[in-house]
């Protein structure tokens, strides 16, 4: 079992930026691939971000893709997203998730998900 722990979240104004991050407990964190999902109000699950278990690869939704950065700490058991630009589209839950195999951004390929953390962009 891995256990996930979102932090970070909170309220920014358009434009600001924020950074969660995600500890991770249990198995051997450097053995998993990591991802950032969001839910938006009203809306379905969607994939932000995910890194590989080296973190030589990385994958982002076109919607982030060069404002948002995922980055991993195998010391320190974390993965990070740092969130630049932000808009009031990005207001959504963040959760972040764990699996063994990289390459695959559907949420069912996920095995571990943390409990989530509240991002609100004001306008």
């Known amino acids: 079992q891995v256990q996930l722990v979102e932090s970070g979240g909170g309220l920014v104004q358009a434009g600001g930026s924020l950074r969660l991050s995600c500890a991770a407990s249990g198995r051997t964190f450097s053995d998993y691939a990591l991802g950032w999902f969001r839910r938006p109000p009203g809306k379905e699950r969607e994939f932000v971000a995910a890194i590989s278990r080296s973190a030589s690869g990385s994958q982002y939704a076109a919607s982030v893709a060069g404002r948002f950065t995922i980055s991993r700490d195998d010391a320190k058991s974390t993965v990070y997203l740092q969130m630049n630009n932000l808009k009031t589209e990005d207001t959504a839950v963040y959760y972040c998730?764990?699996?063994?195999?990289?390459?695959?951004?559907?949420?069912?390929?996920?095995?571990?998900w943390g409990q989530g953390t509240q991002v609100t962009v004001s306008s």
């Open positions: 998730a764990a699996k063994r195999k990289f390459g695959d951004d559907s949420a069912s390929s996920y095995d571990y």
